[in-house]
């Protein structure tokens, strides 16, 4: 197996961990190589390949898995995953975001409801505690895969008769814009770690206590407070790339 680096083989003699050096040799593997849900070698194979304990060829796998490179199937074996997606730190939506990805958008209506603002809610959107807001609940999809709950907030007065759109296959974003002039220019984003619940978890295709990240976004349409968000992101398909700059 020649690597990027051209190396073949685990040396010995070297500081880096074998399991560090398997894991290596892997990587190149499947970012030269191998297609996306392709197998990789058995722990097996790769033990006896490499001269290395089981354990040791477990482990590089294992780091892997963590990683978010390779996908387990119980009975199956060890495949290669789809690469992660950079969560956009632009104000995009979710439709423009995957079409500038060539992937089509797609969205399932969990829910929407007409509902007093609570005291978090009112105060993220600058509202009276108890004024109406939309709470508007969607899958998300990329090419018909989950990729996203997302559960917003927008405050009833600017969008009087959303309630009675179909919101299923279109761009929140759009109609919010091209309806009622809701233009949104401005907005601010707070990503952590979490875990799905397992409510989440089954919509998402995920199973229970998976790592998810968790999006809180505010967006302006102007100085008007235009929607509160907070969305789990599958995190398994998304990252977050942040370039540096020196001060
Ligand atoms: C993004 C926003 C979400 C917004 C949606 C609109 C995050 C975390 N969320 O995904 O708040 O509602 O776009 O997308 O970025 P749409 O216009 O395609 O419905």
């Known amino acids: 197996m020649a690597t990027a680096t051209g190396r073949t083989d685990i040396d010995a003699r070297s500081p880096v961990p074998k399991y560090y ?3 290596e040799i892997l990587l190149d593997l499947i970012e030269r190589e191998l297609a996306v849900d392709a197998p990789v ?4 194979e790769l033990a006896a390949r490499y001269g290395l304990s089981r354990m040791t060829a477990r482990q590089a796998v294992e780091h892997l898995v963590s990683e978010g490179r390779l996908y387990r199937v ?7 995953s789809r690469p992660k997606i950079d969560i956009p730190l632009r104000l995009t939506s979710f439709t423009e975001d995957m079409r500038a990805r060539g992937m089509t958008p797609g969205s399932r209506d969990l829910g929407r409801r007409l509902i007093p603002a609570t005291a978090a809610v009112a105060r993220e959107l600058a509202l009276e505690g108890g ?10 999809t990329a090419d ?10 927008i405050p009833a007065a600017l969008a009087p008769d959303l309630m009675e759109r179909t ?11 091209d309806v009622y002039g809701v233009v949104l220019d401005r907005g601010d984003q707070v990503i952590e770690a979490g875990i799905a619940d397992s409510g989440d978890a089954g919509l998402l295709g995920l199973a229970p206590g998976s790592a998810v990240l968790l999006l809180q976004r505010r967006c302006w ?12 992101y599958r995190a398994d398909r998304y990252q977050l790339r942040a370039s540096l700059a020196m001060q």
């Open 21 to 23: 050096q398997l894991r």
């Open 41 to 44: 070698p058995s722990e097996r």
């Open 74 to 80: 119980q009975g199956k074996g060890t495949f290669v």
């Open 131 to 140: 004024a109406p807001v939309y709470a508007i609940e969607r899958l998300r």
């Open 144 to 153: 018909g895969v989950p990729m996203a709950l997302e559960r917003s907030h």
């Open 167 to 177: 919101l299923e296959g279109v761009s929140l974003y759009e109609v919010l814009a």
């Open 221 to 232: 349409a102007g100085t008007t407070p235009a929607e509160y968000a907070v969305s789990t």
